[in-house]
């Protein structure tokens, strides 16, 4: 059976570009990079040329790119950094932001006693940006947690706005990126941005692999301690084929941006205009949203709604419901329950996520199916 994948907000396939960087690599660059001899200083030479790469891409400074396994694990070192080494006694944060934001808030919340407010968000998924304005004229030590590209929905946030008003409010600003890096322009020289996150798995790059940017002069202490690499702020030998992945993909993937875009958002246009065509009363949630991912409320009936998940996966469609960790979980998802009401949240809504890897014709196979169930 031929799979069709339209999940691409969960994960993306590798590249075949990255494959092959990534296996010359391994089979050619063994040494431990903080050896002194020469195989050492080669594989070593490999990082700081990835970290260039990417900081060329991102108009940042190399020594701003530190790399981690996950987004994750930057957001968490990020967060807990700032409270900890920084002296932030409030995050202000949203609601619909990752589990990766929401349970490492929740847990500093719990350790150290840190205030947490949440910024307001509208059916439509777009943040309030008038009460952020009031909550950061609160004078205490802040920093703001908001993401750029909502994971589930594709609601873009105005980060450049909400870095200025963070900015003159003297607020940190973290902004978890790991849905828009390798999938737009970002220029980190323009953007009033102090931290930000990236994952390699969400731009055709491999998984483990991922990194923070941290505006330079701002130190953070370590997230692990036992070595000198990252600057002694994350121990432990570095995956050096991981990393010449990561830094191919954001290559590959800004390097062919503007056609990958065009041939995505014509199949998230195919593809709504399709389903509106068999499903007159579907719905997008969210407005304003990114060019890869189409949530739609599909006007299903109850006993239908937990059944159409099982029949695609069952003809080899992968689509979610919710963010990655929440298919195949019975929970509602958190994002939507913040816009949503209860009867929307009674019917199904569909995330669909696009590569320039698809095609109209699968897009055809996903609506036959729904209409078949
Ligand atoms: N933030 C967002 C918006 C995401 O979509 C994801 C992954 O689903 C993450 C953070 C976590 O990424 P990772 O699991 O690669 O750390």
Not at 142 to 165: A, P, Y
Not at 246 to 262: D, G, H, P, T, Y
Request: net charge negative; hydrophobic share 40%; aromatic share 8%.
């Amino acid at each position: 059976m031929k799979k069709i994948y339209l999940d691409n907000a969960a994960t993306t396939p590798i590249r075949q570009e990255v494959i092959d960087e990534m296996i010359k690599v391994m089979q050619s660059e063994y040494g431990n990079p903080s050896s002194t001899h020469s195989i050492g200083r080669s594989a070593k030479a490999i990082i700081e040329t990835s970290r260039k790469t990417i900081a060329k891409y991102l108009h940042c400074n190399a020594q701003e790119i530190v790399f981690t396994s996950t987004a994750t694990e930057a957001t968490n070192w990020i967060l807990r950094s700032a409270v900890k080494d920084f002296g932030v006694k409030r995050i202000i944060t949203s609601k619909v932001e990752h589990h990766a934001t929401l349970y490492t808030v929740k847990a500093l919340q719990e350790e150290f006693g840190v205030a947490v407010e949440f910024v307001n968000v509208s059916h439509d998924g777009t943040l309030d940006y008038a009460q952020l304005s009031v909550l950061l004229s609160n004078d205490v030590k802040t920093i703001v947690s908001l993401m750029h590209v909502n994971n589930e929905t594709g609601v873009v946030n105005d980060i450049q706005r909400i870095g200025m008003m963070c900015h003159e409010n003297k607020a940190l600003f973290h902004c978890d990126t790991v849905q828009s890096i390798g999938k737009t322009d970002l220029n980190l020289q323009d953007l009033a941005v102090d931290f930000l996150v990236a994952s390699a798995h969400k731009f055709h790059g491999p998984k483990g692999i991922g990194f923070a940017f941290v505006r330079k002069n701002l130190v953070l202490q370590p997230m692990l301690f036992g070595g000198e690499q990252e600057k002694g702020w994350r121990a432990g030998t570095e995956s050096v084929h991981q990393i010449a992945g990561i830094a191919k993909a954001i290559e590959f993937s800004l390097e062919n941006l503007e056609e990958e875009r065009k041939v995505i958002t014509a199949l998230k246009d195919y593809c709504f205009q399709q389903l509106k065509a068999s499903f007159s009363d579907a719905t997008v949630n969210g407005s304003n949203t990114f060019y890869n991912i189409l949530n739609v409320l599909l006007p299903f009936s109850p006993e239908k709604t937990a059944m159409i998940l099982f029949n695609l996966d069952m003809k080899g469609i992968a689509v979610s419901r919710g963010s990655a960790c929440q298919s195949g979980s019975v929970k509602p998802s958190h994002v939507l329950a913040e816009m949503l009401d209860d009867a929307e949240l009674k019917k199904p809504s569909l995330r669909i996520s696009f590569s320039h890897y698809n095609t109209k014709e699968e897009i055809d196979c996903m609506i036959s199916a729904l209409k078949e169930i």
